[in-house]
Every structure is written in C-alpha cells, then in structure tokens.
C-alpha cells in the first residue's frame, strides 16, 4: 500500500499536481483573469496601428500613380519625337525616289511603327528593368539613348529607305540599278538624304538622355517619400 501510494504521489508530480499534505492548507492559484469587455493590449494596439498602415499604402499608391502618369507622358513625347522622325524620313526618301503613289500608306506606317517600337523597347528595356532594381542610372540613361538612336532613327531610315524603293521599282519612277550593284545604286542614289538624318540622330540622342535621367530621377523620389513615410 505504502508503494503504491508513492507511485501515485510521483504520478501526480509529473503531472503538476502536487498533492496537499495533512495539516497544509492549500495555497492560493492565480489565474490571469479579464473583465467582460476588456480588450488585451495586442487587440487594442493592433485597432490603432490598423489606421496607420492603411494610411501610409494609400500615400504610397498616390505616389506610384504620380510617378506613373509622368512616365507614361514622358515615353509619349519620347515615341512621338521617333513618329516625327520617321516622316521626316518617309518625306525625304519620297523625294529622292520621286513616288507620288501609296502616299497615305506609306506616312501610316512611317509614323505608327517608329511609335510603337520606341514605347514598347522603353518599357521592356528601361521601365522593367528599373522598377525592379536590376539598373543603375548611368544603365539607365545608356538604355534610352540607345532607344532614342535605334527605334527614333536607324528603324525609320531602313523602313522608309525600304517602303519607297520598292515603290520607285514598282512605278518606274527612277532608273533601275544595274545587276550586281543593287544595294550601292541605292546609297548613292539617297546619300544626301542619309546625311540629312544626322539632324534627327542628334536630337532623339538628347531626347532619350534626358527622359533616362527624368525618369530615374522620379523613380529615386518616390522610392525617398515611400522610405520616410515608413
């Protein structure tokens, strides 16, 4: 009996149960209690911090729309700069192969894709990029520029060169080139107007240098106001 009784105290220790001896009053157990409609402090810092944060992703979100609609404006002005590009482009190359035909078709074109090409290269190649930290701005500035002299001016000079050229074939508006020489026939015939697209080089160079530095010095502001409000 004095065994099992032994037993069955040690049983009761490892449970947390410690047994009251004979002639021992129980002690007192408190128990963390709270009145009906007390909230714990966690809850309530919680309620207060809760505002805050909804606060400071509303700013953030007014920031980014901002910083976005300037953007998009600049890389407008930055795509229309390369459709001007490409009509002075197509009007020369008209000139020079004298074609009056397909007018309306060939200034679409001319002015649309240099358009797109520069607003779609932008993005895949500056804005991408950028927002997810993977450029730094001389990249940056580097990028643009080469969009600018690329899809502003090399794209539309090889388009309208192209475009025309077949037309002048087609229509018979200027001699044919002799076999074998093509391609220095055509050079040569519209070496004024290559040299004439020096204008244009230079100023979709500028173009593309300075939206590169507009646009990294957005992004760097709002990535300043967005780390403050934090």
């Known amino acids: 009996m004095a ?11 490892v449970a947390g149960v410690v047994p009251v001896g004979a002639g021992e009053e129980p002690k007192d157990i408190k128990m963390p209690t709270y009145t009906h409609g007390q909230s714990s ?13 909804i606060e400071i992703i509303e700013k953030k979100f007014e920031y980014l729309r901002k910083e976005k609609s300037l953007n998009i404006y600049g890389t407008v002005v930055f795509g229309t700069t ?14 020079c192969f004298k074609v009056k035909h397909d007018a309306l078709k060939t200034y679409a074109s001319l002015a649309t894709l240099p358009f797109l090409s520069t607003i779609v290269a932008y993005k895949l190649l500056v804005t991408d990029p950028l927002y997810s930290g993977k450029i730094s701005q001389e990249n940056c500035v580097l990028r643009s520029s ?25 229509y018979h508006t200027v001699p044919l080139p002799p076999k074998g020489r093509v391609l220095l026939y055509w050079l040569l015939l519209c070496q ?12 979709q160079t500028a173009c593309g240098i300075y939206h590169g530095l ?13 780390i403050y409000e934090d």
């Open 82 to 95: 390369a459709g001007f590009s490409g009509i002075l482009a197509n009007i020369m190359f008209r000139h």
């Open 192 to 203: 004024t107007e290559i040299k004439a697209m020096v204008l244009p080089l230079v100023l």
């Open 41 to 53: 402090p966690s809850l309530g810092d919680a309620k207060l911090r809760k505002p805050m944060i």
């Open 146 to 170: 080469l969009i600018g002299i690329v899809c502003g001016v090399l794209y539309p000079t090889a388009l309208a060169f192209s475009k025309n050229g077949r037309l002048a074939v087609k």
């Open 3 to 13: 065994a099992l009784g032994r037993e069955a105290g040690a049983d009761l220790r």
């Open 214 to 226: 507009q646009h990294y010095a957005m992004f760097e502001s709002t990535l300043e106001k967005s």
